[in-house]
């Protein structure tokens, strides 16, 4: 408790051997005015500096110094040899069929697996507002997929939808059909990898959604039963309205989780083939094609022209969506 | 406010504590320890390894012998179960110069890229007493242009064609290992024939010929002095006549669906091999432990291993010692006595993995060998005479290991219905991006 007065001399005027039960009465009147001055002034900037320390360690720095790499030609082996080849990376990767491929496979898996999963987390939310015995083991139960692992998941799902001896197919053979080639086959595969995406993430959505239904005041519903509305049209006219910013940020939360899919898709390829995303690059996202160039390619200079270039996207979605908002506050 | 000093201390250990936090984060990466983690200290020396995938050392109690024989030295080695991932991680440490071990594993395929561009990391070996031993080729691979030795070779890769008896038997084909190896012998050309006489033979469920069109496109191309770069270093993997061979004839085998379509050491494989769903696999020395313990109890006595048309190489390793390293001298003791001819018996004896060492090749623990699992095959014999048959010079390239996977991809195409000169141009397209 004493450490502001015994440690003070240091910086005070009494050079020499210390008085340690303490000095003069305006000597120490003094040195606390100072500290209250510095503790008032200074405490705050303190308080928040370790945020902002650790964000420009690991935020700040690493984005310029990426901006860096990306205008430079670099091996992982030799990160202090760099050649300087400005915009060289940016052209190569704009005329470069993969890139086009990954961006594409990007937005058709983020596609085929948001919108089902919001579509499924809305009806289960839904269900779970009903009273019902048990409820709080149905809630518990739809997070638990969120509490998994994504190594765990797509590990599993990979052995579920294996070609050979995996569970789908052997289903599908049991009721007649041909086995699917799920991994090869550029469809069946992004409508795999998004299975364990759904599968994920929609029980994390539906108590988002659910929480936002219970702040729904009951006499709304009440109010439209006595008008007559049925179950379905109290759900479209009473619900949806009603947690609309949710729904508006569940789409805001997946299309970031969707431009940034990676683990997913790598485990579902198993190994050397997971980083290309296939044989045929048929499910290569843009973080997979980050990791090609880094990992395997070892071209960092490149890998970094990648990141860049998602981080230019998600920049060019907003850009477009604030456009369109403010479009359409005009015409409406 | 009773007390308004204890308040205003209060305020000061929190700004102390906020102080105490920053000084933290500013310390992280400053650390005063050695570059590898061992140390000399009291006359007790800890030795540091990574080593990756299944090299035998820690596995068959080597280390803990050397502990036991030396009082006072501490070995503490860590695994990397993928040596895709390993190497990697050696990379970024060898970049950072943090984070390493004092001894580090090195794949054949990685070599090249190592004395090329990280010779001044590694510790020299040459004109160390005692590891005259090796076979000519394998020394030579790990020894840069100026005559430095940058490690000791482990095992080696050479290669022979496991297969399954009980198939063969269905499919009217011998089962003798003898008669087996003479189907083929000389040619790969032959060995693919007889998948054509399997498939039209067999009966008695899906089962292909050969498990991955890569694999013997591989053992193919492993079986030659040139693969994808010549002496000079220039990419020749688009013109080698070889290479361009082992394509055709691999094609071949997939378009006439003779391969099983899986991809090696991924778990597709795994499940292939203990429900027997292909009858062959061109397996380098190392692949027999892993065909045993994936193929299980239930298909003991089912294989059996002949040879291979051809003499080739297929992987094996290198154990080198870091440079700056506090305990230099102690690891390289350890590596020369690790990679000795009567350590490299004892792996063999104990794992399957073929000494790179020529003296310990000739050691009648390897030559009388025989696998349990493979039906009594004498490994020892098959594999000893496979690598002699190894070409004497192996010229090696920077990306091999790469470009290998790339050319895996590629003829997994061609199995799924790509047509080959398509396949051909996306390989070729995609080996220029891996290089450039």
Redesign the interface.
Known sequence: ????TTHAPAGGESPGPAPRTGGTGTERRRL?AL??KL?IK??PY??V??FF??FA?FSFYPLVYTSYISLNRV??????VMEWVAFDNYVELWG?E?FWNALANTITIGIISTVPQLLMALGIAHLLNYRMRASLFFRVASLVPYATSVGAAALVF??IF????GMVNWALGSIGLDPV?WE?DKWPAQIAISTIVIWRWTGYNALLYLAAMQAIPADRYEAASLDGASRWQQFIHVTVPGIRSTIVFTIVLSTIGATQLFGEPLIFG????GI?GG??NQYQTLGLLLYEEG?????MGRAATVAWAMFLLLILVFVVQRLIKRLRSRTS | MKNPGLLRSKRTVAALAAAGALTLVAACGGGGESVTGGSKKDGKVTITMGLFGVMGIEETGLLERYEKENPGVDIKAEIAGDEQTYYTALQTRLAAGKGLKDIQGIEIARAKEITETQADKFADFSGMTGTDHFLPWKQSQITTSDGKVLGLGTDIGPMAVCYRKDYFEKAGLPTDREEVGKLWEGDWSKYVEVGRTFKKNFKGGKVAFTDSASGLFNAMVYGHSEQYYNEKGDLIHDKNPVVKEAWTLSSDAAEEGLTAKLRQFQPGWDPGLSNGTFATAVCPAWMLSHISEKAGDKNKGKWDVARAPKGANWGGSFLGVIEDSPVKEEAKKLVAWLTAPEQQAHIFKELGNIPSSEKALKAPDVTNAKSEYFSDAPIGQIFGAAAQEIPDKQVLGRKDGTIKDIFSQGLALVEQGTARDKAWATTMERIEKAVG
């Open positions: 408790m004493a450490i502001s606390g500290l209250h503790d200074g405490a303190a308080f500096a370790p320390v650790i360690a091996e992982l082996a030799t990160l202090d470069d993969r990979t052995m294996e070609r050979d001896f080639n090869h198993q190994g050397p083939n290309t044989a045929d990992w395997k390619n070892y071209q």
